[in-house]
């Protein structure tokens, strides 16, 4: 191909992405045999052209942006590339480049000088898959000098194009966390991000694919995943102290698991889910059960979805029939559509609500 795209230093010095003050963006990439070259996959923006100088290095500066993370690639005469100049890239189904915007006073997903936890990880032999699984667990400011002290966890899982470092590289989790805690809006809590793929995805996909797969994720983490993090973390082991949520995919594994197993979890999180269909009431029994008793049913059940997400209407029909069952639950319709922004926003608002009442 004769479009060249290097970070060789035989090049010239390039800064790319280089954010400015005023939340503007300049994009920068080496490619001296190219005809066009675009920035592409900014939220909200079209394919941005770039210009060549007579070094042969194409440019275009956008914006102002709102304060987000930003993914993008580039175009070069058709074929995509991430940006040879940004080492912080999104990646597992699809790889894209990430910037970030940042503004004041700072969001809660960005960097702040406050106390941080540390992100373990894990590779252990599953019951749900051939092989293993890995994850990740977030712990705490202060976990390594609290002897003693036992925390709540949160089971945190990733979308159908991810894996179990997504909600920590693009999502912030733990940076979101730091910084709730750092306000006393959130508990000091154990986060557990583990991967949401038990069964193997094949191409084509099988059309029974995500009904094995979700199958298989809760065997996983009721069998494998939560005794792992009990015998080997300083935790509480009932319900009360145990919350599951997720995105997307892993959005309709959280409520299927915490709502099909309310003996496990206390606090349920659905966040632009693949939301439960079919024979709801068969499903959940043992929910429904728990509500007609009174007795059992999950302090907090939160369902988020945007307006332009395409996962409204299934979403809206899983809601309708949790009030028609009178299951107590929370629905939140915002703004935004199927996109990392939106559920950064929902983890923000959700962890404050998490264990209230419950002492450390």
């Given at each position: 191909?004769?479009?060249?795209?290097s970070?060789?230093?035989?090049y010239?010095d390039?800064?790319?992405?280089?954010?400015l003050?005023d939340?503007?963006?300049?994009?920068r990439v080496?490619?001296?045999?190219a005809?066009?070259v675009?920035?592409?996959?900014l939220r909200h923006l079209?394919a941005?052209?770039m210009a060549?100088?007579g070094?042969?290095?194409w440019s275009?500066?956008v914006?102002?942006?709102?304060?987000?993370?930003?993914?993008?690639?580039?175009?070069?005469?058709?074929a995509?590339?991430?940006?040879?100049?940004?080492r912080?890239t999104?990646?597992?189904?699809?790889?894209?480049?990430m910037v970030?915007?940042?503004?004041?006073?700072?969001?809660?997903?960005a960097w702040?000088?406050?106390?941080h936890?540390v992100?373990?990880?894990?590779?252990?032999?599953?019951?749900a898959?051939?092989?293993?699984v890995?994850?990740?667990v977030?712990?705490?400011?202060?976990?390594?000098?609290?002897?003693g002290r036992?925390?709540?966890?949160?089971?945190?899982?990733?979308?159908?194009g991810?894996?179990?470092t997504a909600?920590?590289?693009v999502?912030?989790?733990?940076?979101?966390?730091?910084?709730?805690?750092?306000a006393?809006?959130?508990?000091p809590?154990?986060?557990?991000?583990t991967?949401?793929?038990?069964?193997?995805?094949?191409t084509?996909?099988?059309?029974?694919?995500?009904?094995?797969?979700?199958e298989?994720m809760?065997r996983?983490?009721?069998?494998?995943?939560?005794?792992?993090i009990e015998?080997?973390y300083?935790?509480?082991?009932d319900?009360?102290?145990?919350?599951i949520?997720?995105?997307?995919m892993g959005?309709?594994?959280s409520l299927?698991?915490?709502?099909?197993?309310?003996?496990?979890?206390?606090?349920?999180?659905g966040?632009s889910?693949?939301?439960p269909?079919?024979?709801?009431?068969?499903?959940?029994?043992?929910?429904?059960?728990?509500q007609?008793?009174?007795?059992?049913?999950?302090?907090?059940?939160?369902?988020?979805?945007?307006?332009?997400d395409?996962?409204?209407?299934r979403?809206?029909?899983?809601?309708?029939w949790?009030g028609?069952?009178?299951?107590?639950h929370e629905w939140?319709?915002?703004?935004?559509g199927h996109?990392?922004?939106?559920?950064?926003?929902?983890?923000?608002?959700?962890?404050?609500k998490l264990?209230?009442?419950?002492?450390?």
């Open positions: 191909m004769a479009a060249a795209v970070s060789s230093a035989a010239p390039i800064q790319s992405p280089q954010v003050p939340g503007r963006i300049t994009f080496f490619a001296p045999n005809h066009a675009e920035v592409k996959g079209p941005q052209p060549k100088d070094d042969g290095v275009v500066t914006g102002p942006l709102v304060p987000d993370v930003y993914s993008y690639t580039f175009d070069v005469d058709g995509t590339f991430t940006d040879p100049h940004n912080r999104k990646e597992w189904l699809s790889n894209e480049s970030e915007v940042t503004g004041t006073p700072a969001p809660a997903w702040q000088s406050v106390p936890g992100i373990r990880r894990h590779v252990i032999p599953s019951v898959r051939v092989g293993s890995a994850f990740q977030y712990t705490p400011p202060g976990f390594e000098r609290h002897e036992q925390y709540p966890v949160l089971y945190l899982l990733h979308g159908f991810d894996e179990e909600w920590a590289t999502g912030r989790a733990n940076v979101i966390a730091d910084n709730l805690i750092a006393h809006r959130a508990v809590l154990i986060i557990v991000m991967n949401g793929h038990p069964v193997p995805i094949t084509p996909r099988a059309s029974d694919y995500g009904t094995r797969n979700n298989a809760a996983e983490v009721l069998n494998t995943i939560i005794p792992f015998s080997s300083p935790v509480r082991r319900a009360s102290v145990r919350a949520a997720g995105l997307s959005g309709g594994q299927e698991i915490g709502l099909g197993h309310p003996e496990f979890f206390g606090w349920v999180g966040f889910s693949g939301a269909s079919g024979d709801l009431d068969g499903r959940f029994a043992t929910l429904l059960a728990a007609a008793r009174k007795s059992g049913v999950p302090r907090l059940i939160w369902i988020g979805v945007g307006r332009d395409a996962l409204l209407e979403n809206s029909k899983f809601e309708a949790l028609a069952r009178q299951v107590p939140h319709v915002t703004d935004g996109e990392w922004p939106v559920w950064r926003g929902y983890l923000t608002e959700f962890l404050p264990f209230g009442g419950i002492a450390p």
